[in-house]
């Protein structure tokens, strides 16, 4: 079975300074990988999304993740944070199997707290 | 740009109680999802549902937990027996076609508590 390690249950960053999001994923195949953001009281938003093709993806509001098959890693990164970034961040991966055999797995979370 | 629903978006009802949870996914899409999230903890996948039927569930989703898809709009989560336990914020999801996979578009969530 596949899952998700987030190693960091909280980090605290300064508004301004660079963002690294740690995230591990164990699974025999392909992953497909996904950053999902949730605000207080809010839905999960997606960030970006890994399926195939060049490693280092881009996503919304200026963050970009790198998949590194050999670390089974998937960072979420952003070169200059905003207070507005935090939140709770969630790494996913999925199977992609047909037939919707594909509910995803997370990870348990990184709360990001933005300091001034 | 065109989101999945969820209605309500607070639920309050008593240990023992039924309840169905509401989801309008996106018109188009073809698959859908239930995951659950209690409070301070990591979302969790519930159950799929493609082509009329549960593709997949979890351990989590047991006789308690029905899922339905009653008209071409709508698409429900019931728990029949409600317990403490099942108070949790629960998402509803849906992706589009296959062939080439997706992501999966998540609706703002409905909290169940039950007392």
């Known amino acids: 079975a596949q899952s998700v390690t987030q190693p960091d249950i909280h980090i605290t960053v300064s508004e301004g300074a660079s963002l690294e999001l740690r995230c591990n994923y164990s699974?025999?195949?392909?992953?497909?990988l996904f950053w999902y953001v949730q605000s207080p009281g809010q839905g999960l938003q997606l960030l970006l999304k890994y399926f195939s093709g060049d490693t280092l993806v881009q996503g919304i509001k200026g963050f970009e993740a790198e998949f590194k098959r050999s670390q089974s890693s998937f960072n979420l990164r952003k070169p200059s944070v905003h207070w507005s970034d935090a939140a709770e961040y969630f790494c996913?991966?999925?199977?992609?199997?047909?037939?919707?055999?594909?509910?995803?797995?997370f990870g348990k979370g990184t709360h990001l707290i933005i300091q001034p | 740009e065109p989101e999945v629903t969820q209605t309500p978006s607070h639920q309050v009802t008593q240990m023992g109680q039924e309840v169905i949870l509401r989801c309008v996914p996106i018109s188009n899409h073809l698959y859908f999802y239930w995951y659950r999230q209690i409070l301070g903890q990591k979302v969790e996948f519930l159950v799929s549902f493609y082509n009329n039927e549960i593709s997949e569930k979890s351990e989590i989703f047991d006789d308690q937990f029905s899922v339905e898809r009653p008209d071409g709009s709508n698409f429900t989560l019931k728990i029949r027996s409600t317990k403490l336990e099942d108070s949790a914020m629960y998402f509803c999801a849906s992706r589009a076609r296959a062939g080439v996979y997706n992501e999966q578009f998540f609706g703002p969530g409905t909290r169940l508590t039950v007392l």
């Open positions: 699974y025999g195949a392909t992953p497909y």
């Open positions: 996913a991966v999925g199977r992609g199997e047909g037939g919707g055999a594909d509910g995803l797995t």
